[in-house]
């Protein structure tokens, strides 16, 4: 097991619940890269305060305020609803029980469920967790006999809230599932920590320097895992391949002989762990800006983002409107220097509630860092670079907010109890510990970090080991894409002799919905995932160009 194991969190929401237009599928991306401490539990955080959430109640997109039983997570006690024989081996057979609270789709019939899975599968005394689930249901005359899963990305993203009121399920005219994984949304337990999200916005109110700011992110969390962990929660449950099992139990509850899987980003690890674990369960898989079950390293995804923006200035530098405003490279750097020394003071709402922000030069890069991720938004992010660099507020404000709610829209402790586990096994001590010791422009990410135990528990030996299968598969990466870089998606085809591979040539984080032409390929691999794909209309896509 690796003895030092840093994890710092940098998380975007992808398909906001109004952005994409095409395809505004609740899709949430964000990646973690994990040092770990030299003593402690797994509730003893040693370097990154909200109550445990209770269950759910009716939010916003749902009908009814009428809530369903539930059983306290840390309790073994019987759960109602009809219980799924046939499903993962455990002491607790899982049950699916009707959920009053349904969205209503105008053009779909729509039901809901929660399932009821065992937290620990070989453990009587952990307890269970429960996890929503909505069925938007193929209207057609012929529906298969497999239905469409996207799990949300994150690790901490949930999906249930929003997509079901997309324009996704329509589109690939078979049954939609959606559901929030473990410790996320409106799952029981939610694994919130509102103490650390507070955090984050409070480094923004101040210039206090990395390691205050760091310091004030991990005193918070260890504060939220010790609050977990004395409530009943282990957090150890928490790691991709007991959400696969839970997929696996999802899939018998609901009768499906197969899942055809869209895995974006952590959702496209989780496809990955799926495939591993049910290589039967799974007919198709569409795996887009992948975030792998094998991983480089915190200092690696640093490296990675400088590698993506120097992708966007060679573009900029490429492109004669951009290249004549001066060199893009230059003018990042000197808006860093400008800013660290002389930070802007602006009011923002953030959350719905006005704040204070001082803003330095290492919070636009990350906030730079972050647009990226929006394919939509590349060709006139340089433009807006050089605003910022003449200190426009308003183009400042429009950069730092999306950055500054992100914590709002992820159960990050379970993001980080996942992240622990699925990288126990990594030695990456020395080089995460580097990284974090001088993050050069990314301490704004890095602050945001803290230090796993060394002794938690690994999903399992192997779990790193790269997934191989001949599943059809669709693969699919951004050019420009700062988090999950589109070399080592595309090399997954290497792994999946039978898939066909697509590079956005102006693409962020996350693309099978940002084209018309990648969205029907996408559509028309689930539909026949075995026949071979046109994918000459990607050669028509064009090459970044900013303004």
């Avoid at 539990?41 to 990154?48: H, I, L, N, Y």
């Avoid at 200092?299 to 405003?325: I, K, M, Q, T």
């Amino acid at each position: 097991m690796a003895s030092d194991r840093s994890l710092s969190v940098w998380c975007r929401p992808h398909g906001p619940r109004a952005a994409v237009q095409t395809v505004a599928v609740a899709l949430v991306v964000m990646l973690f890269a994990v040092a770990c401490g030299s003593s402690g539990t797994p509730s003893d955080f040693a370097d990154v305060e909200q109550e445990p959430a209770s269950a759910p109640t009716a939010t916003t997109p749902y009908e009814s305020t009428a809530s369903p039983s539930e059983q306290p997570a840390h309790t073994a006690t019987p759960v109602p609803g009809v219980a799924i024989d046939g499903g993962v081996a455990s002491w607790f057979t899982p049950r699916l029980e009707d959920d009053p609270r349904c969205p209503a789709l105008a053009n779909a019939e729509v039901t809901c469920h929660r399932l009821y899975v065992a937290a620990d599968r070989d453990d009587p005394t952990g307890g269970i967790v429960s996890l929503p689930v909505v069925t938007v249901h193929h209207a057609g005359p012929d529906t298969p006999g497999d239905a469409l899963i996207a799990p949300a990305g994150g690790p901490g993203g949930g999906q249930v809230e929003y997509g079901p009121r997309s324009d996704f399920p329509p589109l690939f005219e078979r049954d939609a599932v959606f559901y929030d994984q473990r410790g996320v949304g409106l799952a029981t337990p939610k694994l919130d920590c509102a103490a650390g999200d507070e955090a984050i916005l409070s480094a923004l109110d101040t210039t206090d320097g990395y390691e205050v700011e760091r310091a004030l992110f991990r005193d918070a969390f260890a504060a939220c895992a010790d609050e977990f962990t004395s409530s009943g929660v282990d957090l150890t449950d928490y790691n991709s391949i007991a959400s696969a099992h839970d997929l696996e139990d999802l899939r018998i509850a609901l009768g499906y002989e197969r899942w055809t899987m869209i895995g974006v980003s952590y959702g496209a690890r989780l496809t990955l762990t799926t495939i591993r674990e049910y290589p039967e369960s799974v007919r198709a898989v569409v795996l887009d800006s992948v975030f792998d079950v094998t991983y480089d390293g915190l200092g690696e995804a640093f490296n990675d983002a400088d590698r993506a923006l120097s992708a966007l200035v060679e573009a900029c530098a490429a492109s004669e409107p951009c290249a004549a405003r001066g060199d893009l490279g230059e003018t990042i750097e000197q808006m860093r220097t400008d800013y660290n020394e002389d930070p802007l003071d602006i009011e923002a709402t953030v959350i719905g509630e006005r704040r204070s922000l001082k803003v330095t030069g290492d919070d636009l890069i990350t906030a730079i860092f972050f647009a990226m991720y929006d394919t939509a938004g590349l060709s006139t992010l340089p433009v807006n670079i050089e605003r910022i660099s003449e200190r426009e507020e308003a183009i400042v404000k429009r950069l730092i907010r999306p950055a500054a709610e992100i914590p709002f829209s992820q159960s990050e402790l379970m993001g980080y109890a996942v992240i622990c586990s699925d990288h126990a096994e990594l030695d990456l001590g020395a080089t995460n510990r580097a990284a974090l010791e001088d993050p050069g422009r990314w301490s704004t990410r890095a602050a945001f970090g803290f230090m796993c135990p060394p002794d938690w528990p690994a999903a399992a030996p192997d779990y790193n080991e790269p997934v191989l299968s001949d599943l059809p598969a669709l693969i699919l990466a951004g050019a420009y894409d700062p988090v999950t870089l589109p070399g080592p998606t595309l090399a997954l085809a290497e792994r999946f002799p039978n898939s066909t591979v697509a590079l956005h040539p102006a693409g962020g984080h996350g693309v099978f919905h940002t084209h018309p032409c990648l969205l029907l390929l996408t559509r028309t691999f689930i539909t026949d995932p075995s026949s071979a794909l046109d994918t000459s209309c990607v050669d028509d896509l064009d090459q970044l160009r900013p303004d």
